[in-house]
Structure formats: structure tokens, C-alpha cells
């Protein structure tokens, strides 16, 4: 169980120098600032198609933000799951609405491809089965073209219930490797600038909350005595990959100070070659990008 438990909101605003637990994501989205990102990284790179499509996608998940708001029947059930009992949107428990099927189908009036269009053909059962595979880390089970579609639909769905979860966080010792919000794995880490300079939060790939955990540690399996740095350029580089000798895995981590122009899911998709050499050295991702799954 994650060390974080998400609690009812309670007034009054954190403490100056206090590490805030958990940094829901906005209700507004950051879609169109991951978009514009995209477009940039995309110009004179080996995958400039694809980042380009990416970023069409992203900006069809800003427009459905906008126009399919979460129903209201919807926003009153989030106070009930704030029970204690683990992660209040546990993503391989929380039983899913409707809302983000017609989500996947907002995506089919804004994007034209063949995939998603065989993939709206299918009954809600299927698509529903296919969620729950992606959602539980069964990647194998599904195509990973039908997979990006879908987690698209997902990811913006509990985004919006992550966004206007009334809850705050409460830390309660380590553990952390998990998101406290819906259960689902870190994309990457950040290194955050501003008012928590030089703390690291992990970024979740489904629901896009951010919470802490210490450096120097692995975001994986927590031992600290292993831990190596890797890079493609100088040492002060603005995205490097942490691997663990314990559990053999990495997770990227950015470095804002270094490129404030870093966006994570952009420059985690655009920084392929690195992934690459990583797991050449024998180390196994431990997370997913949204944008590139197995398969």
C-alpha cells in the first residue's frame, strides 16, 4: 500500500517549507503546452510523423477536457471513495462510468485514423474488457495501436475525477512507488523548480497526479545503494535515466532547471535513444509511456 493516503480536504494551506505530499492535476489540463512541446521536439527528429500525431491526439484530449466536462452525478460519488482503504481511484478496482466511453468516441470526431476507427466499431464490452487488460499491466492483451487510443480516453477520464477529488494528501512513512491517487505507475521524475526546488515527484502515466519521494532512491523497489546516472550528453543534462543494480529497472528523470521548456510525456516520448541505450546495459523500464506501449 502506497505511504500516502489521500484524505478529505480540510481548510488552511500548507505550511511554508512543508513537502506537499500530493500535487493533483489541474482542472484546466495542460494539454495544449504538451502539444506545442511535441511540435517543437518533432522538428528534425527521426520521429517527427509521430510526435507530430502525438500532438494532434493531445490537443483532441484538450478539446474533449472542454466540451465533455464529468457528469455531475459523477463529481458527487468522489467524496465517498475517500474511505482510507487504499488509493481512492484505484485504476484495477475503481468500476468505471460511462463517461470515458464517450470520451473514445470524442476522439474518433477529431481524429481520423483507421485504427480508431475499427476500434469505435467494436461493443462497449470489448472495449471495456481492452481497459481493464491495460489498466491491470496486461499490455500483451492488446494492440499496441488500439492501446494508445484507448489509454488516451482513460488517462483524460481519471485525469478530470483526479483533478476534482476532494482530498489532500497525508504521508505516513515510505512506499511510494505507486500513485497514491489511482494505483497506476510513474511515467517519470522531476526535480521540481520554484517553491519545492530540488524536490522530486514522481509523474503518474493514467491519472497525471504528481507525488513525493526522496532522491536518491529507487522509485521502484526503494533500495538506495545501487543507483546509477545515465545520460547522452554533458553531465548537466536536462533528462537523465536513474537504473537500479537491485531490481535491474529505470525510470527517466527530467531536470527543469536545466530546460524550462520540459514538458514529461513530450520529452519522455522524444527521448527514445536513451531508453534505448538504458536497456541495453540490461535494465527494464518500470514504467509506461501513454504514447508508445509494448506490443
Given at each position: 500500500?502506497?505511504?500516502?493516503?489521500?484524505?478529505?480536504?480540510?481548510?488552511?494551506?500548507?505550511?511554508?517549507?512543508?513537502?506537499?505530499?500530493?500535487?493533483?492535476?489541474?482542472?484546466?489540463?495542460?494539454?495544449?503546452?504538451?502539444?506545442?512541446?511535441?511540435?517543437?521536439?518533432?522538428?528534425?527528429?527521426?520521429?517527427?510523423?509521430?510526435?507530430?500525431?502525438?500532438?494532434?491526439?493531445?490537443?483532441?484530449?484538450?478539446?474533449?477536457?472542454?466540451?465533455?466536462?464529468?457528469?455531475?452525478?459523477?463529481?458527487?460519488?468522489?467524496?465517498?471513495?475517500?474511505?482510507?482503504?487504499?488509493?481512492?481511484?484505484?485504476?484495477?478496482?475503481?468500476?468505471?462510468?460511462?463517461?470515458?466511453?464517450a470520451l473514445l468516441r470524442g476522439l474518433g470526431?477529431?481524429?481520423?485514423?483507421?485504427?480508431?476507427?475499427?476500434?469505435?466499431?467494436?461493443?462497449?464490452?470489448?472495449?471495456?474488457?481492452?481497459?481493464?487488460?491495460?489498466?491491470?499491466?496486461?499490455?500483451?492483451?492488446?494492440?499496441?495501436?488500439?492501446?494508445?487510443?484507448?489509454?488516451?480516453?482513460?488517462?483524460?477520464?481519471?485525469?478530470?475525477?483526479?483533478?476534482?477529488?476532494?482530498?489532500?494528501?497525508?504521508?505516513?512513512?515510505?512506499?511510494?512507488?505507486?500513485?497514491?491517487?489511482?494505483?497506476?505507475?510513474?511515467?517519470?521524475?522531476?526535480?521540481?523548480?520554484?517553491?519545492?526546488?530540488?524536490?522530486?515527484?514522481?509523474?503518474?502515466?493514467?491519472?497525471?497526479?504528481?507525488?513525493?519521494?526522496?532522491?536518491?532512491?529507487?522509485?521502484?523497489?526503494?533500495?538506495?545503494?545501487?543507483?546509477?546516472?545515465?545520460?547522452?550528453?554533458?553531465?548537466?543534462?536536462?533528462?537523465?535515466?536513474?537504473?537500479?543494480?537491485?531490481?535491474?529497472?529505470?525510470?527517466?528523470?527530467?531536470?527543469?532547471?536545466?530546460?524550462?521548456?520540459?514538458?514529461?510525456?513530450?520529452?519522455?516520448?522524444?527521448?527514445?535513444?536513451?531508453?534505448?541505450?538504458?536497456?541495453?546495459?540490461?535494465?527494464?523500464?518500470?514504467?509506461?509511456?501513454?504514447?508508445?506501449?509494448?506490443?
Amino acid at each position: 500500500m502506497n505511504s500516502i493516503r489521500m484524505t478529505p480536504l480540510e481548510g488552511g494551506q500548507a505550511a511554508v517549507g512543508e513537502i506537499v505530499p500530493v500535487l493533483l492535476p489541474s482542472r484546466a489540463g495542460d494539454y495544449l503546452k504538451r502539444a506545442a512541446r511535441l511540435r517543437v521536439l518533432a522538428v528534425g527528429h527521426p520521429m517527427t510523423d509521430y510526435l507530430d500525431f502525438v500532438a494532434g491526439l493531445v490537443e483532441s484530449q484538450q478539446h474533449l477536457l472542454q466540451r465533455l466536462p464529468l457528469p455531475s452525478a459523477l463529481l458527487e460519488t468522489l467524496p465517498a471513495l475517500l474511505d482510507g482503504s487504499g488509493a481512492p481511484l484505484d485504476c484495477r478496482r475503481h468500476v468505471r462510468h460511462g463517461h470515458w466511453l464517450a470520451l473514445l468516441r470524442g476522439l474518433g470526431e477529431h481524429i481520423e485514423h483507421p485504427v480508431l476507427e475499427d476500434l469505435l466499431g467494436e461493443d462497449d464490452e470489448r472495449l471495456e474488457a481492452q481497459a481493464d487488460a491495460l489498466l491491470r499491466g496486461d499490455f500483451h492483451q492488446v494492440h499496441s495501436a488500439e492501446a494508445l487510443f484507448l489509454w488516451a480516453a482513460l488517462s483524460l477520464y481519471f485525469r478530470q475525477l483526479a483533478a476534482h477529488l476532494p482530498a489532500t494528501g497525508k504521508a505516513h512513512g515510505e512506499g511510494r512507488q505507486h500513485c497514491p491517487v489511482c494505483a497506476s505507475t510513474p511515467v517519470a521524475s522531476s526535480i521540481l523548480t520554484g517553491a519545492q526546488a530540488g524536490l522530486r515527484y514522481l509523474h503518474c502515466g493514467l491519472c497525471e497526479s504528481r507525488w513525493h519521494m526522496v532522491r536518491l532512491k529507487c522509485s521502484n523497489c526503494e533500495a538506495t545503494g545501487a543507483l546509477d546516472y545515465w545520460s547522452l550528453g554533458a553531465p548537466r543534462v536536462a533528462v537523465k535515466a536513474e537504473s537500479c543494480g537491485e531490481c535491474e529497472s529505470y525510470l527517466k528523470v527530467f531536470y527543469p532547471e536545466h530546460d524550462r521548456d520540459l514538458e514529461v510525456l513530450a520529452d519522455d516520448l522524444a527521448t527514445l535513444g536513451l531508453d534505448a541505450e538504458v536497456e541495453r546495459e540490461g535494465f527494464g523500464r518500470s514504467g509506461v509511456s501513454p504514447f508508445l506501449f509494448p506490443g
